[in-house]
């Protein structure tokens, strides 16, 4: 395994996040606007379901990082909103280099981006020339260029099995979301040492625990969680396959391992079910602070300022566009 940027994002701890409550009046005037902007602008307003849930509620499209790149690729809009963290807004600008894309807060960053510099991702390159580089979507737009396909949670399997068999795997930079991969495709792969702050908070103890105190629920994890919390999981999927699943599903009850924020998808989309956040060893559920950056109020501003806007260099724009296509192109086939 190779041993990336050991980061920790920069105003980052461990601690529930404690963020002001809108009145709810304030919330229906400040959606009601943004509302009448998207209009005016003829913008698409994209969330990912990490976002609160205001943000949630106003959005067009509620979805993974799989979902919002497949529509983002195939939108009208003139002006693409997007309420993620900045990698996201990046890919859907390499996508639509012609159009405008705005993002709430600029510092909605990520630290498995941070994790994978693009130079020292160049350097281990160039000590393999058989390496095939499959890159996970949370990445920044320079080391997607330097990639040769990406993938997401929803579909790395399937990219990971569609990858030449004459090729030296090379996955960056989710060292969790590439042994699960491992696990499930049998291919070898040299791993990149980076990790989600915000899933590695996961621990087997404290899923035992919520096993414990809900003994017929079913547990739900990401694959970006670590194998020992992978282990005690019924189902490990991404977000999207998680709506899929807990519908699909006889349990009334069910625990997630994941950002909280999936939770308010989950609760609008299977109002009979009840979803119990996995605790970590520190809280009693678990968010992204860069996810939650973004609220109400910054994307009301940033789509009457137009900005802060997403901009990239041309040659870095086509270069990390060849394996996002090849994703996409990937994902459509048959299983």
Known sequence: MF??????PAGVDQFPLRRPVLPPY???????DILALKRRLNAVILAHNYQVAEIQDVADVVGDSLGLSQYAARTQADVIVFCGVHFMAETAKILNPDKLVILPDRDAGCSLEESCPADRLAALQATNPNFYTVTYINCSAAVKALSDVICTSGNAVKIVNHSPKDRDLLFVPDENLGGWVMEQTGRPMTLWKGNC???VEWTHAALMRIRQAYPGAPVVAHPECPKAVRMLADEVCSTEKMVTWCKATSAKSIVIATEAGMLHRLKRECPDKTFIPAPTDRCACNECRFMK???LEK???CMVNLAPRVELPRDIIERARRPIERMLEISALPN
């Open 3 to 8: 041993n990336g940027a050991e980061v920790t």
């Open 26 to 32: 304030q919330i229906d005037a400040l959606s009601r």
């Open 197 to 199: 702050y915000v899933h």
């Open 293 to 295: 950056l973004n609220t």
């Open 299 to 301: 994307l009301h501003d």
